[in-house]
T-cell receptor, first 111, second 112 residues
Framework: GNSVTQMEGPVTLSEEAFLTINCTYT??????LFWYVQYPGEGLQLLLK?????DKGSNKGFEATYRKETTSFHLEKGSVQVSDSAVYFC??????????FGKGTLLTVNP | DGGITQSPKYLFRKEGQNVTLSCEQN?????MYWYRQDPGQGLRLIYY???????QKGDIAEGYSVSREKKESFPLTVTSAQKNPTAFYLC???????????FGPGTRLLVL
């Protein structure tokens, strides 16, 4: 079946540091890939997505590239802010027509 | 403003009690979903509905029930058969097959 594996957190960074959150997946066919963000006490917000190999999704300074050869979709940001502190979820939409989520990675950015 | 609303924000359940969580959307989306989130876990699908008057079980449907009488509304009932109901419940909606889903703010259910 489909699965998503994210790097375990928590991740703690200083403001303006570079962020990478790793995500790898297992799926049959050609899934679409997503990053969602969850701020404390809130629902999930779609951050970015990519629907085919080599696509790059980007939003609010975050970006991720769909790498089929390594089955990965790592999230990156060049300079994080305190306001980026949240839980980040990697997810895939597969041939079973369902969203499969990773367990989430907690990011804390200190001033 | 278009969006998804969930109520209440917090809900307390007594032993043996059924409780209902509300989810409403004004995005004109056909499909709606219920997920359960436990600490340190990803989201798990409880039920989903792709059209009015039709719904399907997700991965963890036992102890839950739903209805879809209107396009805008997809209430979830947590029954007394759900022995471990404490969790954060998220409703989502989408157009088309459901690839891009939009989430509500969630309801936190606690057991007294």
């Amino acid at each position: 079946g489909n699965s998503v594996t994210q790097m375990e957190g928590p991740v703690t960074l200083s403001e303006e540091a570079f962020l990478t959150i790793n995500c790898t997946y297992t799926a049959t066919g050609y899934p679409s890939l997503f990053w969602y963000v969850q701020y404390p006490g809130e629902g999930l917000q779609l951050l970015l997505k990519a629907t085919k190999a080599d696509d790059k999704g980007s939003n609010k300074g975050f970006e991720a590239t769909y790498r089929k050869e390594t089955t990965s979709f790592h999230l990156e940001k060049g300079s994080v802010q305190v306001s980026d502190s949240a839980v980040y979820f990697c997810a895939l939409w597969g041939s079973n027509y369902k969203l499969t989520f990773g367990k989430g990675t907690l990011l804390t950015v200190n001033p | 403003d278009g969006g998804i609303t969930q109520s209440p924000k917090y809900l307390f359940r007594k032993e043996g009690q059924n409780v209902t969580l509300s989810c409403e959307q004004n995005l004109n989306h056909d499909a709606m979903y219920w997920y359960r989130q436990d600490p340190g876990q990803g989201l798990r699908l409880i039920y989903y509905s792709q059209i009015v008057n039709d719904f399907q079980k997700g991965d963890i449907a036992e102890g839950y029930s739903v209805s879809r009488e209107k396009k805008e509304s997809f209430p979830l009932t947590v029954t007394s058969a759900q022995k471990n109901p404490t969790a954060f419940y998220l409703c989502a909606s989408s157009n088309g097959q459901g690839e891009t889903q939009y989430f509500g703010p969630g309801t936190r259910l606690l057991v007294l």
